[in-house]
């Protein structure tokens, strides 16, 4: 039975903690501790799970076995690395890091300590998206739209890496994690903050498939929907609520013409977060590849990367004709 951790218990890492503490109460885990740098929150968080705090997450050096590190990602890097490289198995929240040179010390420190690295592109456990994986082949055309209402959290990214990462991921996901990106057109702009609030990219594989996403944290209604075609389909998927249908033409039995059919799936309802940990914490038990491994992570990064830049070649030409 592996003993857990959360390193940082703010908005998302306090149901990192929630969900340790579920998984510790029905006696699949031991939850030892939280950490967060503020002392009052980490302490009421604790009081709330039942478990220990602590202000230092070298603390748990040597005392717990798994942790889940939601901290800023500033703070990934050097935090992970040095739990990996001690044999601590680490899910890390998206994206992996600030930058690939970081992602690529993580993944070197993970190798190194023979411990289990896992990013946490939740969209992957989303009950709708594990209900059409086993019905994807050959995907041709994407139209992505992710649209969150404007808070305060996550304001030390850009949205490309708070919110279209999850869509960059699961693309490459389903078109084919080796398929190069072929041609990428992006363009984001601030409207609330002085980073990138609202972006749309672009992408061309090498497979022939085009996506188009769009991701804005300025939205008045939250929206998580993917279409997408692929042959004699047209597939929908809700994210928000766990809807996922495949729509293709039928033959008609009263005429000549066929008529369309449309099959929604069947979804289970499962958290998504509390089924990214339950993965995580078997691939550290079993020491077996994370469904979302470091080397996932700095790949979705990598394109996150790739369409920022984008973003900042079409602003200087931009203003350059103003």
């Known amino acids: 039975m592996l003993s857990t951790a959360v390193i940082g218990v703010g ?25 967060d740098i503020d002392a009052d929150r980490a302490g009421k968080v604790a009081a709330e799970r039942s478990t220990d705090s602590t202000t230092d997450w070298r603390d748990l ?22 739990l990996l490289e001690n044999g601590i198995h680490v899910l ?6 600030r930058t690939l040179d970081e992602a690529d010390l993580m993944i070197a420190a993970a190798e190194k300590g023979g411990a289990i690295l896992q990013v946490g592109h939740a969209e992957r456990f989303n ?3 594990l209900a059409l994986r086993p019905h994807v082949r050959n995907p041709v055309y994407f139209e992505i739209h992710r649209v969150g209402q404007f808070t305060t959290r996550s ?22 994690e080796d398929v190069e990106v072929t041609s990428l057109h992006a363009v984001g702009i601030p409207i609330l903050t002085n980073r990138v609030d609202a972006a749309n990219a672009r992408l061309e594989f090498a497979t ?3 996506a188009n996403i769009t991701a804005s944290r300025v939205g008045t209604e939250k929206i998580r929907k993917m279409r997408f075609f692929q042959p004699r389909d047209y597939i929908v998927v809700d994210y928000s609520t766990n809807h996922a249908s495949i ?43 994370p469904v979302v491994s470091g080397e996932d992570g700095r790949r979705a990064l990598a394109l996150a990367l790739r369409t920022l830049e984008q973003i900042h070649e079409h ?4 203003s350059d004709k103003l």
């Open 11 to 35: 908005h998302l890492g306090s149901q990192h903690a929630r969900i340790h503490a579920e998984l510790a109460v029905e006696g699949r885990s031991q939850f030892k501790s939280v950490c």
């Open 208 to 210: 022939g498939a085009v």
């Open 155 to 176: 304001l030390d990214i850009d949205v490309v890496l708070d919110l279209m990462i999850h869509d960059l991921d699961i693309v490459q996901w389903l078109v084919g």
């Open 247 to 289: 729509s293709n033409l039928a033959p008609s039995t009263v005429s000549p013409w066929p008529g369309v059919n449309t099959r929604v799936l069947e979804v289970k309802d499962v958290e998504p977060l509390r089924a990214e940990i339950e993965s995580f914490l078997q691939a550290a038990a079993e020491r077996s590849r």
């Open 61 to 82: 050096i040597g005392k717990v076995d798994a942790v889940s590190l939601a901290v800023p990602t500033e703070s990934h890097c050097a935090i992970a690395c040095a």
């Open 315 to 318: 602003t200087v030409r931009l």
């Open 127 to 129: 009950p709708a998206m």
């Open 92 to 97: 890390v929240e998206k994206p992996i890091s």
